[in-house]
């Protein structure tokens, strides 16, 4: 018996050291996580490339303006970037998007595009294209780009990651705003001197299909997620028209009511700009002469309007967070969607007024883009 007990104590202690051991080798590997370590916090950040109105320099100078849209929009830093004329000025910027796959900002001015790299904030090339550049579009995959010749004859459908040419598209509309369509089937081409919006079919680059004749020539437009309809801003009206893409037919005419056309500052048209929420409930649709974006409930057809907000200067262009939380008019006022409020206006580091019809959201897990919006207010409602 007495060998026994004698026992105890050594037994006792080689537990009690086993169970340190497997305890401590526990927590030196960190959380249990089920084998996949803990996602880092996406953050999202809006990119602002300025001049995006005409060439003002007073709107934002010459480069992107990024904000911490987590964090009131409070400005986060200064990218310079290229993109000059012939007389060493910066040029105006006409468009802006994002590929996942090549990780770059593209950045389209009168004379050329350039494409800057996300995480170094280089520029990686720039080239210029015959006819100009205007307002280009990405496709879902990030790596083609469709961009028009600055309102000339023809599109050229571009390789994201060399800027080569690999075919040119003419339509003999006034090449301008181009939506490449979420399914990456269809880019929707408008051409501000033809009452026709262009369909061009992505396996062929080749127009397979026209939608209209709309009331005057196309400005900015917007489409929804299904690629079923497509909402117009024409010249001479305040307000804006849908049309049916699979059919081609106009479907509808809406005109703001309560408010006069008035004369613009910028563009010539009395609404330039329009754009669905993500979830394609409303419609926002900017009013120039009056300084205002007015509201429609985009779950009636034709939808209907609701409400007004005033904002600081003449909107000119109009998206949306991915999320839908926020709308970004031209103007620098970031707008909730939900209470209708102004929240925050977009201010570089000595609190000047930044304003820009050139804007994309990117997303960051660590220092890896994740997930990028585009400059339009595209419909991103889903079936599930």
Request: glycine share 10%; proline share 5%.
């Amino acid at each position: 018996m007495k060998s026994t007990i004698a026992k105890w104590p050594f037994v006792l202690m080689l537990s009690a050291f086993i169970s340190t051991t497997f305890i401590s080798s526990i927590a030196s590997a960190g959380p249990i996580t089920g084998g996949k370590e803990k996602p880092a916090a996406v953050k999202r950040y809006l990119y602002v490339a300025t001049p995006g109105i005409r060439n003002y320099l007073g709107y934002g100078g010459h480069g992107i303006q990024v904000f911490d849209m987590d964090n009131n929009h409070r400005f986060v830093k200064f990218i310079p970037t290229a993109g000059l004329g012939k007389d060493g000025k910066p040029s105006n910027v006409k468009g802006m998007a994002v590929s996942l796959a090549t990780n770059c900002i593209y950045i389209t001015t009168l004379e050329a595009m350039q494409c800057i790299d996300i995480t170094t904030e280089k520029l990686v090339w720039e080239k210029p294209y015959e006819g100009g550049a205007d307002r280009l579009s990405m496709s879902p995959d990030g790596k083609v780009i469709y961009l028009p010749s600055l309102e000339k004859e023809f599109w050229n459908v571009v390789d994201a990651k060399t800027g080569n040419i690999i075919k040119k598209i003419v339509t003999n509309s006034g090449a301008h705003n181009t939506i490449y369509g979420p399914s990456g089937n269809h880019v929707y081409l408008g051409g501000l001197k033809s009452t026709y919006m262009n369909v061009a079919n992505t396996k062929t680059h080749t127009v397979d299909k026209q939608v209209g004749p709309f009331a005057a020539d196309i400005r900015p437009f917007t489409i929804n997620a299904a690629e079923s309809l497509v909402y117009v801003n024409v010249n001479g009206l305040l307000g804006f028209e849908v049309g049916d893409l699979n059919t081609g037919k106009k479907l509808h005419r809406v005109v703001v009511e309560g408010f006069n056309m008035g004369e613009v500052k910028r563009h010539s048209c009395p609404a330039h700009g329009i754009g669905l929420t993500p979830d394609e409930k409303e419609l926002w649709l900017c009013d120039g002469a009056n300084n205002r974006v007015h509201v429609f409930d985009n779950t009636v057809m034709p939808p209907r309007q609701v409400t007004t907000i005033q904002v600081r200067d003449m909107p000119g262009w109009i998206t949306f967070s991915l999320d839908g939380k926020y709308a970004y008019p031209s103007t620098g006022d970031v707008i909730d969607v939900k209470t209708r409020k102004i929240v925050a206006t977009l201010e570089d580091q000595n609190y000047n007024s930044i304003q820009s019809e050139k804007m994309v959201e990117i997303q960051f897990s660590g220092n890896k883009a994740v997930r990028a919006g585009d400059q339009f207010g595209i419909g991103r409602k889903t079936n599930r």
